[in-house]
């Protein structure tokens, strides 16, 4: 074994190196100093502006007219009124076509019904006053 494994033990008289320790200091960033502003390079732009929500109102006004006409399609008004919001819904508002086509649907049903049973009224009309003119003698 040799002696200088070893530091703190055998000869005394002989040199042993010195361990010194260097101690420095981290090093950081000075901080700014208030009131200037700090430099970043060139700003950029960015424009974050409101989109307003796209049309739907047509389409959502047949929608709620074809629901309506379940209730009230005693009435002819309300689905005629709501298949002709759910035509100009389809064609003129895109975000609404869904709900546009939930009206003509079921107000496109309430107005055909209205339809045959008008049709069904004057025939059997016709037919009551044709049958009765000559029954009469």
């Not at 309300?78 to 819904?89: A, R």
């Given at each position: ?24 200091q981290p090093q950081y960033a000075q901080p700014q100093q208030y009131g200037q502003p700090q430099q970043y390079g060139q700003p ?94």
């Amino acid at each position: 074994m040799s002696d200088d494994q070893y530091p703190g033990q055998g000869n005394q008289g002989q040199h042993q190196p010195q361990y010194r320790q260097q101690h420095q200091q981290p090093q950081y960033a000075q901080p700014q100093q208030y009131g200037q502003p700090q430099q970043y390079g060139q700003p950029t732009h960015v424009t974050v502006g409101y989109q307003p929500a796209p049309p739907r109102g047509m389409s959502i006004a047949s929608m709620v007219l074809g629901l309506v006409s379940i209730v009230l399609g005693f009435t002819f008004l309300v689905p005629l009124v709501g298949f002709v919001l759910g035509i100009i819904g389809v064609r003129k508002e895109p975000a609404g076509r869904g709900m546009a086509i939930t009206g003509l649907v079921l107000n496109g049903l309430f107005v055909v019904g209205w339809a045959l049973f008008v049709i069904l009224v004057i025939g059997v009309g016709a037919a009551g006053i044709a049958t009765s003119g000559t029954s009469g003698s």
